[in-house]
């Protein structure tokens, strides 16, 4: 710890970087980094956005390029994500900035991606689907993990599915994305014999709207699938990363 | 009129077919018996058993006998069934007793069957369904519609269904009765030109359970469905008849 | 298929005219456009405004037209339906576009609309319910299905239902819009004797608003009747489309 | 109050009516009995049966009639009424049970009961509706309000209410129970200028099964109509009986 | 009916109110106005702003006004009511406006209203509950029922109820308004023997928040309640209209 | 820890007891038994019946009197009841069995009951509700504290309330039991500046039965309560004897 | 009195303290404010700002100074906050304002703050929380309790609460606001002795969002715990004061 | 084929085997028996018992050994599983029949059980939790992966579950089942690195019960969980299966 310390002293590490390595988590106005969430639980933190004012989402993000050289932030509104670009621009003016939909990826030139030898397959049924598509691919590549994403499969045209059978099938675990009536991961499930993680997605209206229908149908499959929440691609993608990342080791 | 009160007074009607033939409907003890419905709305009327006594029952479908030649019972208890059974081996020894699940349809010799050139295909998901298709496809066949029948096509085994295709493409409207996440209807409308109306099935458990996630799923439908409620083989089956009718009417 | 791709290389098929010939689909930024669901399914397919960016509806609506000639717009909002005016003025400048409610009908003149001998009727409760039915409307017009409308015929003044029995009983097939307890496609279903389709509005407040407790009238409702979700003046239309066409080929 | 311990003391009066008098309740070992509540609401209490034992039942059936000489106990299960019935033939032999479904109504020859000139009409669409009719009409003949009754009036067949309109009229408050999709308060009130009070009755299945479509229905009624709880054929009559109280009294 | 078109004839009935003459309503852009509602239901109808453009809202009253020389809006908003004023300041410029809340009574100066003896009470628990008891005073007051208020008696502080208890009992009918938990109208009717109309208002937050609970409360409430649906003051003051409009007559 | 297993050794201490010495808890086949709830927690560990066989309710309560000298039952069945009395009959034939509603109570002569000078008082709105109460009270005297209970004093007719005031006034904490629309916390928290715990008791029927509307009411209410589930007597009694024990505790 | 009255005619008291003197409480324009509410229920009354206008929340904070000194207004916008601080800059220059989210603090420095020897503690999961722990926190510091905050240890990380053990069994009573989930509260509760209050926090998403999850969680614990609605900040701060005002007066 | 065909004429092979060869499933009067499910699927069909009688129970468990060599029957009934032993006992003697709680794996001598380099963790909240980690326990056992089971560590005591986090950690991948709150499977996935799939158990009364709760918490959980319907073991053993083949096949 005297080593620490004295980085702090001589500048060599930031105050955060040391707490960081300290306690695990730096503590700002915004609230808790968990820096050490990844040699934790084996998957980096990330930022919910929604909710947080666009101060907080920037300190937080800086926080987490400061102490682990990546950031993830998801449910990002445009007044964040502009606020995000702008600091980042000037803090990290190297820094690759990688938004997809409501989520947003930032890594330094410092960052070393970890790699590990497994493919995590994302399936959606329409478009409506895709950003909460984007959120799982972005978590599983933020954790190194490659990712084959099918879209517009949906299971109202079968022979879509179908044609992309052979894809679905080489992946290690599948997410599949799907609102309405969330048919899709059902018939998947049929269809491969790699574990499926179903996600409800809130589109559809009246009765069973807002993804509930999707996942009372999920819940009730008569073929085997766990779920997560309603929309919830990081989940899903953070659990499909915990289970692709054991494959990818035993691989080694 | 004369004529019909001639027709009681010298027993060559009964006072319930006397009744009917005036008024379209019998009133007994049991509550009224609707035998003006066929000509009304073209599907004769259906009792429903469930909630009535068994001897509420019997004498319901023995005034349908009376007045139609033909009883139609749904929901039927066991107990209701073997009340109804000895009580027709005494007033109609000859008739014909279709015992199918929890529905019972009975027609005495007299009866004319109506023949229409129309088919109703029904499809089911696995065997719980069974029932609730019995319901429906007594209700056509009551009302002279051919009825082609496919059964355990669930989507959890694509195959299946895509096997049985010609057959589900030839009839004139299609039910499809299914459990669970209820996605069959979903998925054969896709794939056929026909109207297809969903049933829900009140099978599965937890969260959706009890037939919920099924008729939310089917009304989320991101193809054509029209939809019944939870277990209404009954009204499936008679919206069915009433479209197959006028196909039929049509062709001649 | 080598004809095809002379066709595109000499300019007298456009690529998209061409990938839908093929595929039966075109794919473009904002998704696929089911070219084919008219062969398919019998009814064209719509687009489904809600949830996408004007950019995304004006870019469907054209290969809609470029393939199809006609094109179909369901729940859009006044800024998508501007812009989607605007394109198709430049676009197709002799199309003609037909805007009721948030659905617009839009056809070039070279669009041959099919020609049926068959009848829909439309019926609604009261003002509110005009913009689903126009929807359901718009859909049975599309696949060139008569249609016979009758408004303002609430419940609550059983007169006027009565009044225009005679229109309601010779269409060969019904749609019934009602909001708040939804008691009107019951009412209707037990004086005429053809199929009856009801349509939940999402009207009403309180316990039961937004369209549930007409859903669940419907659903429960002591009559035969088919139901959609709520709101889906569209499903209700092309359902009803499929039964009337059925019953035209059956007519010729 | 010395007068009325006197009476208690030389057996004129029995420990009962006299805490009745004084206090206006009776305390035992099954509870409270409310003696003086036809004075202070103008209906007299009622024993609500169900989740109390056979003894309780009956205790509080006697002290009823000991202090106002008739009982009315709703919600009775057959065994709690064979023990009321049974006690009563030894208590007050001359007394006359009255038992329609699950209500009873005793009285014994000392019962003099009021005389209003007011009615209540009450309307069932069909049988299941009956013992909830039952309670209602039992609650308004113990305040002495005649009673109107027509049943199996449902809306599927539209006549049978037309045919009864004349008697609805001419009551001064009408209760209308009906369950399933719950519509025909609506339509009665639809036809009548007399305050209609609807009574959601517990029948159906699936979705908006055991009363609820019902309810909400008629909660979201466009006409003018109030409501009571599912079942709650007592609320409804009490309700109906405080109306007409005040009509008969203002006629008199 | 020849009198009737000359009189339109020679100018001097309107077109409209020769319709509200002959058939009882008015058909315009804006929908049917019930011109003879009054007559057949007793309560003259109101408009029911919400949903409705500005310009339709204007266009039934004006409609209103001209066949009943009062026309009665019901949850306007601020705009719909600038219109309805700047409308009216033209074409009635002597008319009262009377704007409580959301509700805006109009009257001109030939309207002769009713006058009836009978009181309906009203009385709520707190500020919020204002809005929904205006909208119920309104429409007694445009019956001609005279109305006693009583603000601001919620049950936390019970003395503040008990302190008005007189007036409340003097009432012929009680309308009582409650959100949150809504026993307000639960401790009323256990202290006064006329009847009580309970209205839950849709304040409260969280579970059973937006008036859930307080509707649920009314209808398990363990003494003598009728019920309407959440915030729907109209429904209320209307019956309370059919009951007190009874006891007027009776009176005289 | 050498001294404890000694006495194991002479058998001066059964093993059961060693090891609620040692780990807190004794394992048997029906679970485990909290044995260091009330050093840990304050509150003995109570045995929660419901969904247990009687021989695991009879093996836990031995386990309970073995190592605390006294027993408390929750939702016990007649039948687990019965098992229960004649196994202690056996093993401890000078226990104090004490049985309220679905609670049983047993304590050996050897138990010393704890004593604080704190008083909880427990109010119910009716028969129904003394079940649950039952629980509260005897979760409370097994911890020492002083109950005072008032029974049958509902909403329905306020003086019995207002009657009991200065008791509950003179409470350290009041627990309020009531069913159907749960006013009665809200009412008597209205009155008294004690902390009041409000527990919602499974009566009512329709529309918020089961305690619904009353837990919705409670959490609702406009004055200040702390609510427990529905039922939860055992919780609230135990919540009680936290706070009363703390203040028993400064009163020392 | 007349001393009251000859003081306001003197000018040494205002109309509204005379009025709050005398009858507990002061009517305005914006409502009641219950000035005795401190002696009669222990805590002085909050100000619910939401639903409120800007000028009808000034006016009873204005009251509530003037009468008690100091004015708690929970739930207020920005502009209500903005409204009320420039109102308060005028008329009581030297009060101090402490706006904590949307919770604002006002005390005059005539204020004379009680003071108790008792603390709660109150602890939440994380950011999101805040603002209801906010609310709670300044309830309890109003009515003069020392207050120990402990802030973002939700069960994700469960060393964090272990590290805080200390302070949180310090306390007298604890406070435990969770969104999400929900298990903080059963989590701290089950490591303490001291009653707890569980405040669910509407954050989550999706099914169980809104604090659903949360508050069915809190009731369903499997610890001891009593619960307040969702977001009830003050409930929790008032229930808790309640507890501790008893506590500090048997400690003196 | 022909060879196939040779073998069932001359008795080597059962006309289900074939069938099961030739079409991957099997049918018979209970339905269909999927033979190849596990080559397709990874993981062998189970027999769902509920809902099925005795006799189709033992129809499809016989066809499962006598095309499997074991079987495998879930939510089975006393009576179900008798019929099933009995029947088992004649056609397989030396067969092994496991039952736990309600599930049964029957295995013949000549089953060869696959063995796979994994393990599944298994945990459990409480003792009411038992059944539905018996049913994921024996899937994965059936498919050869070693499970590693800690019983009784609910969150309300922590320790507990801490001093068990060594096993936790060794799986591969966790499943955890908890009733009431449900909060066990977000501490122990905030503990561990691996995959959990949390199994919501139908525990828990009032508000939330039934296991509601437990799910929604799941849902909303703070940490990285996927989720199963409630009481699904079936699944959770299923798709921890799929995860864990997948990792055996890594390390091979």
Chains 1, 2, 3, 4, 5, 6, 7, 8 share one sequence.
């Not at 040699?39 to 909710?51: Q, Y």
């Not at 990002?76 to 994500?81: F, G, L, T, V």
């Amino acid at each position: 710890m005297r080593e620490l310390l004295e980085a702090v002293a001589d500048g060599s590490l930031s105050p955060a970087q040391a707490e960081a390595e300290l306690r695990g988590y730096v503590t700002g106005d915004a609230g808790r980094f968990d820096a050490a969430r990844q040699h934790r639980r084996g998957i980096p933190e990330a930022i919910f956005a929604a909710g947080k004012s666009a101060e907080q989402v920037v300190e937080l993000a800086e926080t987490a390029l400061e102490t682990t050289e990546r950031a993830l932030v998801t449910r990002a509104s445009d007044r964040q994500i502009e606020a995000l670009e702008s600091s980042i621009a000037n803090s990290y003016p190297d820094a690759i900035v990688d938004r997809r939909g409501t989520t947003v990826h930032v890594r330094t030139p410092a960052y070393d991606p970890p790699s590990l030898d497994a493919t995590v397959g994302i399936a959606t049924g329409g478009t409506v689907d895709g950003p909460v598509a984007d959120e799982a691919e972005l978590v599983c590549e933020d954790a190194g993990i490659a990712v084959d994403r099918v879209d517009d499969v949906g299971v109202a045209a079968l022979d879509r599915i179908l044609d992309q059978l052979d894809r679905l099938r080489e992946a290690d675990v599948l997410i599949v994305c799907a609102g309405r009536e969330g048919a899709l991961p059902t018939v998947v499930a049929g269809l491969v014999d790699v574990p499926v993680i179903g996600v409800p997605v809130s589109s559809g209206y009246g009765f069973g709207g807002d993804g509930e229908a999707a996942l009372a149908g999920m819940l009730q499959s008569c073929t085997i699938l766990s779920v997560v929440n309603v929309d919830a691609g990081f989940v899903a993608g953070a659990q499909a990363t915990l289970i692709a990342r054991t494959i990818g080791a035993a691989r080694e």
